[in-house]
């Protein structure tokens, strides 16, 4: 053995940490900056809203690409059976979790007039079917995962129309649509073919890393980030292949970065994953070994518990939010968010604060949700400490 179960545990939590706080970084531009604003206009670019969207793109790969290695590492515990059990039970779990609960924490519509398919339940999907691709030879796994992964692209010429089971069906295999019935709008941003060929890949890569020396591992990854961000740039570059969203030179300099950087998340293209993965590789090197100082114990008790921390942060944003809106004189259940909230004339579209007060706002976020998490550990100590307490006074009242 390589790695130690306690160093992975501790590199997994620090990158999850880093990543989870961009993250809650966009939904905090989401619900505070000026309604409904799009990060992208080449009219009118703005460098600092574009890449603090940007910044949120690492979490997604990041969140696979840690649990695939977790997957693997942790499963060598039990039997194929085993984890194909427990993999699909957590799979379900994660998937109603989407659905009911981080879908209401977007919205706090008990209506449920907006559903969504995004990161929480495309993970819970992707690990049902990764319980029954895990019965592949590694080798295998990791070149269809591959082949999945640079060629998924030629199928964005194929869209589908209309809310058919085949087009259902095909809207969460590979495209993004929203769809309206009535009031309600049912929205599929996360797609199978991308995602779950990334958690694939990543269960096949914690073969290597499980057995790999460090040093060989971190120059392995160095090399990674290398060859994915320069693989980037040339497809981006050339506009041959990689992305259904080509770049072109705008009037100004900055419209042309935004440009260039503008890649596609839904679905997840190869240009995206090499951007956000090159540098992902980077940082898995500088974290196989640990790392001192405030900031990297900050973000590693952050990702001690990601799937509670998105979650809570969401609520805490969305709630904070709320009570904003009434300060600029709007009613608090404007905040509800239905599928009117995103039509012009609505109240929202009023409403918002600067980039800047966006980032106070996070930081002071990710100080609260620091607490919680601080407390959340402290829970089982103190509840020990006070069985110990409460026998030591039994022990005393008894003499």
């Known amino acids: ?27 905090t531009r989401l619900f505070f900056h000026y309604w ?15 890449f603090t969207r940007f910044s949120a793109y690492f979490f997604a790969p990041a969140a696979f690409l840690l649990t695939g290695i977790d997957l693997y590492i942790k499963g060598l515990q039990r039997s194929k059976a085993q984890n194909a059990r427990l993999w699909i039970r957590n799979g379900i779990v994660l998937i109603l979790v989407e659905l009911l609960i981080n879908n209401f924490l977007y919205t706090f519509d008990p209506y449920y007039r907006t559903i969504g398919l995004y990161i929480i339940g495309i993970m819970g999907l992707s690990m049902v079917l990764l319980a029954i691709l895990q019965y592949l030879p590694p080798a295998w796994l990791a070149c269809i995962a591959l082949l999945i992964i640079a060629s998924h692209d030629y199928l964005n010429h194929i869209t589908a129309t209309g809310h058919s089971v085949k087009a259902v069906a095909w809207y969460i295999l590979h495209q993004q649509q929203y769809i309206l019935l009535r009031d309600h709008l049912y929205t599929i941003n996360y797609t199978v073919l991308p995602w779950t060929a990334l958690l694939c890949l990543a269960y096949a890569l914690g073969r290597y890393v499980y057995h790999t020396p460090q040093e060989t591992l971190r120059k392995t990854a160095i090399n990674m980030a290398v060859l994915l961000c320069l693989a980037f740039f040339i497809l981006r570059m050339t506009n041959l292949y990689g992305d259904k969203t080509p770049w072109a030179k705008q009037d100004t300099w900055s419209a042309t970065l935004i440009s260039f950087f503008n890649v596609t998340k839904y679905p997840a293209s190869l240009d995206y994953l090499c951007i956000t993965l090159g540098p992902l590789s980077l940082l898995f090197a500088l974290t196989l070994k640990p790392l001192s100082g405030l900031p990297f114990r900050f973000f590693s008790v952050l990702g001690n518990r990601p799937l509670m921390v998105y979650l809570v942060s969401t609520f805490i944003i969305h709630l904070s939010a709320m009570f904003a809106v009434t300060l600029q004189g709007l009613p608090w259940s404007a905040m509800v968010i239905t599928p009117s909230s995103y039509k012009p004339g609505h109240a929202l579209y009023g409403y918002g604060h600067s980039l ?11 100080l609260v949700q620091y607490g919680l998490c601080r407390l959340a550990a402290a829970g089982p100590g103190l509840r020990q400490q006070r069985r110990k307490a409460s026998s030591t006074a039994a022990e005393i009242t008894a003499l």
């Open 36 to 50: 409904n604003t799009q990060p992208v206009d080449l009219a009118h670019p703005d460098l600092a809203l574009f």
């Open 1 to 27: 053995m390589a790695i130690r179960l306690s160093d992975w545990i501790r590199q997994r939590r620090l990158i999850a940490g880093i990543v989870l706080s961009l993250a809650i970084l966009d939904h």
């Open 356 to 366: 800047a007060s966006v980032y106070g706002i996070w930081l002071l976020v990710l």
